[in-house]
């Protein structure tokens, strides 16, 4: 069973940047992937950015070279910088550990951008 903790979300103006942080424990050996995903009030989940034990990364269309992710040596943690933030990155941010054969969510962050 892997748990995720995040951390980093809150309030920030339009044009301002956030860092959010996902750590995971208990069985993250093997090949795995680490990501963020998130979800607006009458929205679907969508991604946001992935990377995975191998250090393949993909990025979600919306990101436009705004966001970087990142993973620690270690490989237990995964980083989301995101910068020039609008109103609509407004979000629950949803970490996620997926294993070969498991997923794991954890409880989401609030990222709220202001105009």
């Known amino acids: 069973q892997v748990q995720l903790v995040e951390s980093g979300g809150g309030l920030v103006q339009a044009g301002g940047s956030l860092t959010l942080s996902c750590e995971a424990s208990g069985g993250t050996s093997g090949f795995n992937q680490m990501g963020w995903y998130r979800q607006s009030p009458g929205k679907e989940r969508e991604l946001v950015a992935t990377?995975?034990?191998?250090?393949?990364?993909v990025y979600g269309d919306f990101t436009k070279g705004r966001f970087l992710i990142s993973r620690n040596s270690a490989g237990n943690a995964v980083y989301l910088q995101m910068n020039d933030l609008t109103p609509g990155d407004t979000a629950v941010y949803y970490c996620?550990?997926?294993?070969?054969?498991?997923?794991?969510w954890g409880r989401g962050t609030q990222v709220t951008v202001s105009s």
């Open positions: 990377v995975t034990s191998a250090r393949t990364i």
């Open positions: 996620r550990f997926r294993s070969t054969t498991d997923a794991y």
